[in-house]
């Protein structure tokens, strides 16, 4: 029996009035289930290398921000440990403490893709056919482009659970040229919001190619995803401030939106965008002709900060991570920081849809039927919304200026999967959903907001908190997040809790508050803590 075996020492004490919490055992025994899932031999322990391979397999990489607490756990244990490589129960449980609920998640297959391994091995045979495609040019129109390797192709892939996979030069920097596009829009609406951006810049396909000399008959660039569009996005971010500290920002949001991950920036680009840049000048001039631009506008800065945000290096890997961020509205995967509002994603991935792959974006649409964008370094970045973003970077382009290998990729893919937007409609046609289906074991937030405050999954509580967690709710006993933190000593736990404003003096059934239950447990940090933040505590007593 697998609470058998668990000594949470309530029943000794049940008719003293100090309890531990119920909750204690139920966590137990789910550390129980996660240990007994990893085949314990006989002598009830497992090598500490099943972890990580179990890890690993459901898509979860050891570098991951979320599991660095677990990484610390396991080699301080290493150290110690007689047979450094098996961990018994105990240790186990103190290894995936600090990470409770991610590793909960990806060993009980309840991540966004439950079966990663298959579904990886279907995008390994998927890249592989596309790179038999040799056909089609680099962009030659600067040397920078012209003179870069064209047998590359990387593919990777990140769900909004944060699910990886690279592929061939997924790790190769390359610059963003147009796939830059979406991320300057989403700032300029975060910054200035929907009515302001869109008095300058409309939302309709031009129907022309992305530079071409023409704006809507209100003398404004179609949309932000063609070039004279995200010249005017570009002004609107943080206009009057100094160009450096411009640019700065701009890094400071993709850096966030790819999981922490730094773009590099090509200064010969940049400087070859620069010099060859007489569309781009001439566009800018009928947009000013036009009055289009908000006043003060200076357009030499204003083509400049374009040509810096298109000479910005990323990876396929860490531009997946951007895509994933989109598919998870707005909310990075790996790091749980909010960048963007939903709303703002919502109004980015509607252009994508429509416009963010040339002139091929209706047929796009049509056939792939999934926001993206392309750029003329040959990188395609695809959104599959609340499930995953990828990215696909090879440079040889078809006569549109989309990658030739890209499209093949995306073209094989919605026929393997049913990602295509209108799959849902008629249920797929027989093609593969590899996602969890929405009822598929996802336990209530309040729930593992329990479970991570006692276990002291600090950062499984603050990705609760962004995914809108009541952390003040208490349980059928009265019971909250914070007297299962204080009860089991989580002072960072509690210190957090306490900067999220949580009711510092809930009375459980038992008329007890988290300053009670951490005197009882002897947890003096905890208890400084309580009692800083209420002077100490002395709560009325709640009727039951
Ligand atoms: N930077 C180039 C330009 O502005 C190309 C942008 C793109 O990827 N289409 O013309």
Same mark, same amino acid.
């Given at each position: ?38 085949? /314990? ?40 440990? #007689?047979?450094? %490589? ?88 390359? &610059? ?38 023409? $704006? ?34 701009? $890094? #400071? ?56 945000? &298109? ?5 396929? #890997? ?13 909310? &990075? /995967? ?13 109004? &980015? ?38 499930? $995953? ?22 073209? #094989? ?61 208490? %349980? ?31 009375? %459980? ?36």
């Amino acid at each position: 029996m697998v609470t058998a075996s668990v000594n949470n020492g309530s029943t000794a004490r049940a008719d003293a009035a100090p309890r531990r919490p119920v909750t204690a055992a139920a966590a137990k025994s789910r550390e129980r289930v996660l240990f007994e899932a990893l085949q /314990p031999d006989p002598q009830d322990s497992i090598p500490a290398s099943s972890l990580a391979a179990a890890l690993e397999a459901a898509g979860l990489r050891l570098d991951d921000p979320r599991l660095a607490d677990t990484r610390r756990a396991l080699r301080s244990v290493a150290t110690e440990h #007689e047979i450094p %490589d098996r961990l018994d129960f105990a240790e186990f449980g103190r290894v995936i403490k600090p990470s409770i609920l991610i590793i909960e998640q990806a060993l009980q297959r309840r991540l966004a893709i439950p079966e990663f391994g298959q579904f990886a091995a279907e995008l390994q045979r998927i890249f592989d056919s596309a790179a038999a495609d040799r056909s089609g040019k680099v962009a030659d129109y600067i040397p920078q482009l012209g003179r870069v390797n064209p047998e590359q192709f990387g593919v990777a892939f990140c769900t909004i659970d944060g699910q990886r996979v690279s592929l061939g030069d997924a790790a190769v920097p390359f &610059c963003l040229q147009s796939t830059s596009k979406p991320i300057t829009y989403c700032i300029a609406l975060e910054e200035r919001g929907e009515d302001v951006v869109h008095r300058h810049v409309g939302c309709e396909p031009s129907g022309q190619s992305f530079n071409e000399l023409t $704006l809507n008959k209100q003398g404004r660039p179609h949309n932000p995803l063609i070039n004279a569009g995200a010249i005017m996005a570009g002004s609107l971010i943080r206009p009057g401030a100094d160009m450096a500290d411009r640019f700065d920002h701009v $890094l #400071e949001m993709w850096q966030r939106l790819a999981g922490g991950a730094r773009p590099g920036f090509s200064n010969p680009t940049y400087l070859s965008e620069r010099r060859t840049a007489d569309r781009n000048f001439a566009l800018g001039y009928f947009m000013r002709e036009k009055g289009a631009f908000p006043e003060g506008t200076d357009l030499v800065e204003t083509l400049e900060f374009y040509f810096q945000c &298109c000479s910005l290096e990323l990876t396929a #890997e860490s531009l997946s991570v951007v895509a994933a961020t989109l598919a998870n509205g707005g909310v &990075c /995967p790996v790091t749980g920081d909010r960048v963007f509002q939903a709303d703002t994603v919502q109004k &980015c991935l509607s252009l994508m849809s429509s416009c963010g792959m040339y002139d091929f974006s209706g047929e796009w649409a049509f056939r792939i039927g999934l926001p993206a964008k392309s750029g003329v370094s040959g990188a395609v970045m695809v959104v599959v919304p609340n499930v $995953l973003g990828f990215c696909t970077w090879s440079p040889r382009l078809d006569q549109i200026g989309n990658s030739v290998r890209g499209i093949a990729f995306c073209r #094989e893919l919605v026929r393997t999967f049913s990602f295509h937007h209108y799959d849902s409609v008629g249920g797929g046609h027989g093609r593969k959903d590899p996602r969890q289906k929405r009822d598929q074991g996802r336990r209530s937030l309040t729930v593992d907001l329990y479970w991570a405050a006692s276990e002291g999954d600090l950062d499984g509580i603050r990705r609760l908190v962004v995914s809108g967690v009541d952390v003040d709710e208490p %349980d059928y006993d009265g019971r909250t997040a914070l007297h299962l933190a204080a009860s089991e000593g989580q002072s960072h736990v509690v210190a957090y809790l306490l900067t999220q404003g949580v009711t510092a003096t809930p009375v %459980d059934r038992w008329g007890n508050t988290p300053a009670d239950d951490a005197r009882r447990g002897a947890h003096t940090a905890v208890v400084e803590l309580l009692d800083g933040a209420n002077g100490p505590a002395k709560a009325a007593r709640r009727s039951v």
